[in-house]
């Protein structure tokens, strides 16, 4: 929005060139961002919390902790992610690119499903919410969609590919199987980083993390000098989404002001849903869906612990983990929760920088 005005307006004035620059707009994303969620998170907290009497449901099956540490506390508030977001990307990015519509479509369909989701647990207080098919239908319809306009809007061979890491020239074209594997990437994505939110602080830092390292693929993917010296596969268009990342950086770092522990609120499935929906599409849009599983590895790991666990009390009525996703089992041996959470964010940028070498390792 501020940016089509600009640029229409630079032929008469250089000196507003400088909004041209992915990097100088990516700047102002993240500063917008970041000062949304600082004026908006109080007053929204606030209505939150006069909203929901008891808060976000605890889990009775969960660490006994949570029901004396976590209970009154709101949630919902991946709202002010969503806001601080799409907001300043509207502000700065160019809203003539396709990409930049495909991710917001997944950021802000995944939100409202996580909202809704919220919403059912909070008026009928309890931890069920919307029925699990609904909520995969719904995001699977949505991934479908973008899915499609993605591959619509990208030049060929690559709107049917899929890249591999430390391999310069190969491409699989998957063909029509494209979207359905794009499909399975975005949901996938989505409930990972869903489950990874399970205390304060936890799921934030490595979405940041992994919105700051695709911003950098989606920079260098986007610059055909830079993606012809990484030998990359260059996706023409794509850098405009780094603009969307650094806005997600900025509303990250603001929320996290009143997420950090003891949280002032929780983003809920309202905004884990839609961050990791997010990540899913741009790993999509940037052929760089292997390499998210490296980046995201914790929420790989964390979901993982998930199906480890539920296939073996099925198989053999046992447990792995004392709990699982794999954070309340750390709970359950007695780690104190901010050991945990700072562990964990040390494992996400472990492995940020490993699948940032795959840029270079080809």
Not at 121 to 145: H, Y
Request: proline residues 4%.
């Amino acid at each position: 929005m501020l940016y089509n005005l600009l640029y229409q307006l630079s032929d008469q004035m250089p000196v507003l060139n400088l909004f041209r620059y992915i990097t100088f707009r990516t700047g102002g994303a993240i500063i917008t961002s970041l000062v949304l969620a600082f004026v908006l998170g109080p007053s929204l907290i606030n209505w939150l919390r006069s909203k929901q009497s008891e808060g976000q449901p605890i889990r009775e099956d969960g660490p006994e902790s949570h029901l004396l540490t976590k209970k009154g506390t709101p949630t919902m508030g991946g709202l002010l992610l969503l806001l601080s977001t799409t907001i300043a990307t509207l502000l700065w990015a160019d809203l003539t690119n396709a990409y930049v519509w495909a991710v917001l479509l997944v950021t802000i369909g995944y939100g409202f499903l996580g909202f809704l989701d919220d919403y059912l647990k909070v008026s009928k207080k309890n931890t069920k919410g919307l029925p699990g098919k609904l909520k995969l239908l719904g995001q699977f319809s949505i991934a479908a969609l973008a899915a499609w306009w993605i591959s619509y809007n990208t030049a060929d061979p690559l709107s049917t590919a899929l890249a591999f890491p430390f391999f310069k020239n190969f491409l699989l074209d998957l063909g029509w199987f494209f979207v359905p594997f794009a499909m399975f990437v975005m949901v996938g994505a989505s409930n990972s980083v869903n489950l990874t939110d399970g205390l304060d602080g936890l799921a934030i830092v490595p979405v940041m993390i992994a919105a700051a390292s695709f911003a950098l693929i989606t920079y260098l993917i986007g610059n055909v000098q830079f993606a012809e010296y990484l030998q990359v596969h260059y996706v023409a268009g794509s850098g405009e989404l780094t603009i969307f990342l650094g806005a997600l950086v900025g509303a990250g770092l603001g929320f996290l002001w009143y997420n950090a522990p003891p949280a002032m609120v929780f983003m809920g499935d309202t905004g884990s849903l839609a961050l990791g929906g997010a990540l899913g599409a741009v790993s999509v849009v940037t052929k760089h869906e292997l390499v998210l599983a490296i980046i995201g590895g914790l929420f790989v790991l964390e979901t993982l612990s998930v199906i480890i666990q539920v296939g073996s009390f099925k198989l053999t009525g046992k447990r792995v983990f004392r709990m699982a996703p794999l954070h309340h089992h750390f709970e359950k041996k007695g780690w104190q929760e901010p050991t945990i959470v700072i562990r964990f964010w040390i494992i996400a940028v472990i492995l940020a920088l490993v699948g940032l070498a795959t840029l270079k390792l080809r």
